[in-house]
């Protein structure tokens, strides 16, 4: 069983910036490539960031690109999501997710952190 438990999330002026952390307990971490989602108040859950499992390989949904940045240290188990120029849209509750390369779905998630953005 692999468990994902994020961290980092809080309350922050719009133009600020936080890092998400997301530890993992599978002793196989380097084997899978990691996701970033997020889900708002009323919205559906939706795709943020990926990154593959030798960290060299990012994916970002339009709406963050230029602004997140994935990275991941296999040596800790963790991967990050640096959030910068952060604006009210961004309020969500963030969600790290994992799955084997190969594996079309996201086998596995965290109970993820809540990020909030004052204008």
């Known amino acids: 069983q692999v468990q994902l438990v994020e961290s980092g999330g809080g309350l922050v002026q719009a133009g600020g910036s936080l890092r998400l952390s997301c530890a993992a307990s599978?002793?196989?971490?380097?084997?899978?490539?990691m996701g970033w989602f997020r889900q708002a108040p009323g919205k559906e859950r939706e795709f943020v960031a990926a990154?593959?499992?030798?960290?060299?390989?990012?994916n970002y949904a339009d709406s963050v690109k230029g602004r997140f940045t994935a990275s991941r240290d296999n040596a800790k188990n963790t991967v990050y999501l640096q959030m910068n120029s952060l604006k009210p849209e961004d309020t969500a509750v963030y969600y790290c997710?994992?799955?084997?390369?190969?594996?079309?779905?996201?086998?596995?998630w965290g109970q993820g952190t809540q990020v909030t953005v004052s204008s």
């Open positions: 990154i593959a499992w030798g960290g060299g390989a990012t």
């Open positions: 599978t002793r196989t971490f380097s084997s899978y490539a």
């Open positions: 997710a994992a799955k084997l390369p190969l594996s079309g779905n996201y086998a596995y």
